[in-house]
């Protein structure tokens, strides 16, 4: 090996090392013990595929009713920052940049802080259950805004969207001018341009997006236990109290390979998708 | 009596158009005609409000007050889609994700034109612009010039009445630029349309187009022929921006003007004015020529251009002219700076400009 090659490859090896730390390492050591098991409260390696088995049947409904959840919040928050980006990127001129700002740092206010903010709002003494029976519209407080599915939705979806923001905005900054405008003098519509040219060459930002949302809902564990109420209990729940209540790592390690198998699936079909749908829609 | 010109009508008319962005004045009030086959090229520096022109005219700006009447019909407030204009962008705004023949397929699309003549007119469009051979590309495969005809074509293929450019060129190096131009003119001769070409490049305008409309500072300066502008620059703006150019300033007192010891004859009131004349018309002599106007100088340098050399002296004056020498011309004088030369130019070859 040259001189040159070796100092290059000296020079890469901290990025290595962190991502190997941090990244590789740990998943590796997971993915082996998946396949292990745990006799009084002890570790004993193995090579049998009972804890995916167990993953498969027992909490099948558990992940199913996961990526289900995960998926209406990963769309719903595509959607919602897809149409702010759009605000910003045509429409906001000069304030596009304040917009933006204005949603970024609602994430210096940290996660407990939303989810806490929720449960004020949604609860049935909260703040819209109050405007609503003032109004008259409602003679009761509506009891199943908080600790259900839905309060785990609007609450993931809110912290959710500034990540979701930051590709799709970046990805609308890349589409040029000229090309919209070009549409326009060719005579497209607004939703014609929208689907024939701004769309397509969002792919990668949209699909970003989509997947952050997607992934961090599908793996989160802190919000349905707190605004979910005792019947909601999302795959992470189960992974959690594996590890920590059970103190059976295999199982919870299992649990979390067969979520993440599937959420990757689950991306793959999105991104087919989305071409499919907008090729489908073309003139 | 009615001439037959006056009863042609314009295709594109343009009265009092105007824009302001906030307290910004982009365009003062602006008239122009533009008659059906013209190659009108809006000529100026950035900023003088040329590309404000021609986003008027296509509908991607609405302006301030005036209209814009397009073959009879008042378009001042039709959108870009509902003009029978197009437009050649800036960049060229080719879809990324298309291929060539779905980028000049798309106005025709949209226009829901059946398939199979759809395909059929695209076929010829490609053809014609000879991109038949990347059709199936993606414009970041092409090569700017490439580009530049899918652009064109995507445009053409829509059959505008006024066809727009926004600095067609400006994104090619000089070789393809002036293979382009020479493209362009012919492509404009074969189809007979109508272009409005945007360009900072005098030398551009100059090639393209059979009127130019020199723009400065949000108002058109001067209006013409190529060879009109070139040989009659209405001021030092014009004299200055199109083709090089000798520019002395002198004072007009009854008629008159001063340079040194000669007396140039200018009618028109007294006051600040210049002298222009182009380097191609000055002579240098080392002797003092008889006739023509005359002033003794110093040779400060002598550039060596390529086909010809660029003497520059410093007159007894206090201005300084240049003047564009052939090889064997300047041969024949020994270019020492600093040498005493006469400078010397035919009384037709200059003229009196008002100042900008």
Request: charged share 15%; glycine share 8%.
């Amino acid at each position: 090996m040259s001189r040159q090659r070796t100092l290059s490859l000296v020079g890469a090896a901290p990025s290595y090392l962190v991502w190997l730390a941090f990244f590789l390492a740990p998943m590796a050591y997971l993915f082996v013990v998946s396949f292990w098991r745990v006799r009084q409260y002890r570790l004993i390696s193995d090579a049998s595929f009972d804890n995916y088995i167990l993953a498969a049947g027992e909490y099948r409904h558990a992940i199913i009713f996961t990526i289900a959840l995960a998926g209406l919040v990963g769309i719903i928050t595509t959607v919602f920052a897809f149409a702010l980006a759009y605000l910003i990127r045509f429409h906001a001129g000069r304030y596009g940049d304040l917009l933006l700002f204005a949603a970024m740092i609602t994430l210096f206010g940290g996660y407990l802080v939303k989810i806490y903010a929720w449960k004020v709002l949604l609860g049935s003494d909260g703040v819209i259950n109050q405007a609503l029976l003032s109004t008259g519209l409602i003679a009761q407080p509506i009891s199943w805004l908080l600790y259900s599915p839905i309060a785990v939705v609007i609450t993931l979806v809110h912290f959710l969207l500034p990540y979701a923001l930051l590709p799709i905005n970046a990805a609308l900054r890349g589409v040029g001018d000229a090309a919209v405008e070009a549409a326009r003098d060719l005579g497209a519509r607004p939703i014609r341009i929208l689907i024939d040219v701004i769309l397509p060459q969002c792919e990668r930002g949209v699909l970003t997006a989509f997947a952050l949302s997607f992934f961090v809902s599908a793996g989160d564990y802190v919000t349905p236990q707190l605004v979910g109420g005792p019947e909601t209990f999302m795959v992470g729940n189960f992974i959690q109290s594996q590890f920590v209540n059970r103190m059976n790592s295999p199982v919870g390690a299992a649990l979390a390979f067969v979520t993440l198998g599937i959420t990757i699936v689950v991306v793959f079909l999105a991104s087919f998708a989305y071409r499919r749908v907008l090729k489908a829609c073309a003139p | 009596m009615i001439s037959s010109t006056s009863q042609q009508r314009p295709l594109l008319q343009l009265s009092g158009v105007a824009k302001n962005f906030g307290s910004q004045i982009a365009l003062h009030p602006v008239d122009l005609t533009v008659d059906q086959g013209d190659f009108l090229a809006l000529l100026g520096p950035s900023g003088c409000g040329k590309t404000t022109l021609l986003r008027i005219i296509g509908g991607f700006l609405t302006p301030d007050s005036g209209r814009v009447i397009i073959d009879g019909s008042d378009a001042t407030a039709l959108q870009p889609d509902r003009r029978q204009t197009n437009m050649v962008f800036q960049g060229y705004g080719l879809f990324p994700h298309m291929t060539v023949r779905e980028n000049v397929a798309y106005g025709l699309r949209i226009a829901r034109y059946p398939a199979d003549k759809c395909m059929k007119e695209v076929g010829a469009m490609l053809e014609m612009m000879r991109i038949s051979a990347f059709a199936d590309r993606l414009p970041a495969a092409l090569s700017g010039g490439q580009q530049q005809r899918v652009a064109l074509a995507r445009a053409l293929i829509m059959k505008p009445r006024v066809l727009l450019l926004d600095e067609p060129l400006a994104a090619l190096d000089l070789q393809l630029r002036k293979t382009m131009q020479t493209e362009l003119r012919n492509l404009h001769r074969e189809i007979g349309g109508t272009f409005i070409c945007v360009t900072h490049d005098q030398e551009e305008a100059i090639a393209l187009a059979n009127r130019i409309a020199v723009m400065n500072a949000g108002r058109i300066v001067q209006e013409g022929s190529p060879k009109d502008i070139y040989q009659r620059p209405r001021d030092t703006f014009v004299a200055g921006f199109i083709g090089d150019s000798n520019i002395i300033a002198l004072e007009r007192r009854s008629g008159e003007c001063r340079l040194g010891s000669t007396i140039i004859h200018s009618p028109g009131p007294d006051g600040r004015v210049a002298m222009m004349i182009r380097p191609s018309d000055v002579q240098i002599q080392e002797t003092r020529p008889v006739g023509d106007y005359c002033l003794s100088g110093q040779l400060e340098d002598a550039v060596f251009m390529g086909d010809y050399t660029k003497l520059i002296v410093s007159t007894e004056t206090g201005d300084t002219l240049t003047a564009r020498t052939s090889r064997n011309e300047c041969e024949s004088i020994a270019n020492t700076p600093g040498k005493r030369v006469y400078v010397s130019w035919a009384r037709d070859s200059c003229q009196i400009v008002e100042q900008a």
